[in-house]
């Protein structure tokens, strides 16, 4: 603090009002990097749901496939089973044990017939999911697609975002450097104590912008004089006329 520049009320005011637009920008701009990102998360968890879907019905169409495997396991078990009963049948001693071959035999075909109409139905459900594959396919690229456009179209926004952050952080900066120190940290004070960020508000319709608590005539003409600084009594936010506020723009 080598140079000390005394500064008018009112270049006071305009220089506070100009970092609180600054900065009011800035919160919106990180209220609104907050609901992009959530979603940009929501897109990313719904391709990740469409592609477990896949991956669900491809599982489902495995697992049917096992088991007509298994099916055509059991035919060949049965099959041999029936073959080595019919040579032991050539070798029985009694008509008892030529009866209990005989019903090994029965019951190994069984078994065939058995298989085979499992297999058939798995073969038809197979079909059916096939199908029902193939859509959920169709559906999922479509989905995809346009879910990755929106993904891209907000990865636009956030690099803009983040060129106008930039540009509005080294504004606040150089406003900052405008305002007195004591002024600054009383004007950060009352930024933090309210959680849209308003320290300087502008009067509206004779009334506090920011609390809306009624402004008398004669406090509102002494804070279009700019002879001092005021502040609402109500909600301690520091005020300034509809003047000025208009004069003061950020960009
Ligand atoms: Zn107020």
């Known amino acids: 603090m080598a140079h000390v520049k005394e500064f008018s009320v ?37 391709i990740t ?21 298994q099916g055509k396991n059991a035919i060949k078990e049965a099959e041999s089973l029936v073959k080595k009963y019919e040579k032991q049948s050539n070798n029985v001693k009694n008509n008892r044990e030529f009866e209990a071959i005989n019903k090994e035999i029965e019951m190994q075909q069984l078994e065939v017939k058995l298989a085979e109409k499992h297999i058939k139905d798995a073969t038809d459900e197979i079909a059916e999911k096939a199908v029902i594959l193939e859509k959920a396919k169709k559906n999922i690229a479509a989905k995809e697609g346009l879910l990755l456009t929106k993904k891209g179209e907000l990865e636009k926004i956030i690099a803009a975002n983040e060129k ?14 405008q305002v007195d120190a004591r002024l600054l940290a009383s004007y950060d004070k009352i930024r933090r104590s309210y959680r849209n960020g308003l320290a300087v508000v502008p009067v509206e319709r004779d009334a506090c912008g920011g609390c809306f608590n009624a402004i008398p005539p004669q406090k509102q003409s002494e804070i279009r004089q700019h002879k001092k600084i005021m502040i609402c009594e109500n909600c301690g936010r520091i005020l300034v006329d509809e003047e000025l506020n208009s004069r003061v723009e950020v960009k």
Do not use: P, Y
């Open 10 to 46: 009112e270049e006071k005011l305009t220089s506070l009002l100009s970092l609180q637009k600054i900065e009011s920008k800035l919160d919106e701009i990180k209220i609104l990097k907050g609901e992009i990102s959530m979603e940009v998360a929501d897109l990313e968890d719904e």
């Open 164 to 177: 106008e952050e930039k540009h509005f952080i080294k504004l606040a900066g150089e406003a900052k450097e």
């Open 49 to 69: 749901g469409l592609h477990s879907r896949q991956t669900r019905i491809e599982e489902e169409i495995n697992g049917v496939n096992e088991f007509i495997e």
